[in-house]
């Protein structure tokens, strides 16, 4: 067993300094869906220059000085985040909250929209991203599905600990759900990893290939459904940045029209399994604002619950967790999804009805191939106690 963990160990520090470094897919290698990015990225550079001319009259829309090697925490936080990395996930503060069942009526509504949520999506360094016909199932009925894109598709390779997409893993999200159909939310710590304007060619690739994208500075929010409100915003950021949505964007972001407002927060501390007081009481605190809270960030699953507030019990899920990884690592290799029915009440008031989820899992089927599906359990928590 200690041979065992010291091996972990090497292998997790080995991944955490491979981050920086950019896989590249041959010609060869790509199948005739992938030959078709070509054409969407002539579009994207087409739209380049107006686009950039257009956001650039803003002041956030900036690039600022980068820090080759940057991480979002305090000293204090940082010997926290290396402790939990190497030896967590850490279980500290389980007493303080407590999971709802996998299936649950938080209140009686007569439902009018589902809507779909995943956890972080992460680089996948070459490796083919393919979708379980239980999880294709699972997320089959929801009108919108929501993940968190972790990184900016980029052909640099940026500094140490810079998350890389590639453009390859949009056209994998074609194949678990409809595009037009799936919000990817941009406010998260590796948004700036490459500056404003690599942020920007990826956030309008993302649009290009059809995907609703939100978290930029001027786009806190998108409309669903043209009544329900998601807002994307982030607490944390390696580096230095302007042009992203972050907490001090809560307050515009909020849709006093709407019917029905969902924050989607970047928050929290990673390889940490529930959250602490001060999150906790964060947490409630905006739930008097807003109807529920999907967040993401720590990359291991974290409690999904529920909050009395407004004559209503509002849902709150802290961390989904990640949703695909190129990591082999075995605590990055679980998260949650999650369905959740919104409408209208007796009388007339938006809330959220019945709330589904399960664990998902990351499977590394072979040297090329990573299949997301959904788990039975997940090893870090025993939900019969």
Request: proline share 4%; hydrophobic share 35%.
């Amino acid at each position: 067993m200690k041979h065992r963990n010291f091996f972990l160990t090497i292998l997790f520090w080995g991944s955490i300094l491979s981050l920086a470094s950019c896989s590249s897919v041959s010609p060869e290698q790509r199948s005739t869906e992938i030959e078709r990015v070509a054409a969407v990225s002539e579009r994207s550079r087409e739209n380049e220059s107006r686009t950039m001319n257009e956001d650039l009259q803003a002041e956030w829309a900036r690039e600022v000085p980068r820090k080759m090697v940057s991480t979002p925490y305090s000293f204090g936080e940082k010997l926290a985040w290396i402790k939990n990395n190497l030896f967590g996930p850490s279980s500290k503060y389980k007493e303080l909250t407590q999971f709802i069942p996998e299936s649950t009526i938080l209140n009686e509504i007569s439902p009018k929209l589902k809507l779909g949520f995943f956890g972080d999506i992460m680089q996948m360094k070459g490796r083919k991203l393919e979708f379980g016909d239980d999880l294709k199932h699972f997320f089959a009925d929801v009108d919108y599905l929501i993940g968190n894109f972790e990184g900016v598709i980029s052909s640099s390779k940026g500094g140490l600990m810079a998350s890389v997409q590639s453009e390859e893993i949009l056209i994998a999200l074609k194949s678990l759900f409809a595009p037009e159909r799936t919000v990817l939310t941009n406010a998260n710590n590796h948004t700036c990893d490459f500056g404003w304007k690599e942020f920007n060619k990826s956030y309008q690739l993302q649009k290009d290939h059809g995907f609703l994208a939100v978290g930029r500075k001027d786009e806190p929010a998108i409309l669903l459904d043209t009544r329900v409100n998601l807002a994307n915003v982030t607490k944390w950021s390696n580096q230095p940045c302007t042009h992203i949505a972050d907490f001090n964007d809560i307050d515009a972001a909020f849709n006093s029209d709407a019917v029905f407002n969902i924050l989607s927060p970047h928050w929290g501390y990673e390889m940490q399994l529930y959250p602490n007081p001060d999150q906790i009481q964060k947490g409630k605190d905006l739930l008097e604002k807003w109807d529920m809270i999907v967040g993401h960030h720590s990359h291991c699953p974290q409690v999904i619950t529920y909050y009395e507030g407004n004559n209503s019990k509002k849902l709150l899920a802290y961390s989904l967790g990640d949703f695909s990884t190129h990591l082999k690592i075995e605590k990055y290799l679980y998260g949650i999804v999650v369905k959740a029915e919104v409408g209208p009440n007796s009388e007339g008031e938006w809330q959220v009805g019945r709330v589904e989820w399960r664990f998902s899992t990351v499977n590394h089927v072979d040297e090329a191939t990573t299949k997301i599906g959904l788990a039975e359990e997940c090893e870090f928590f025993d939900l019969s106690e």
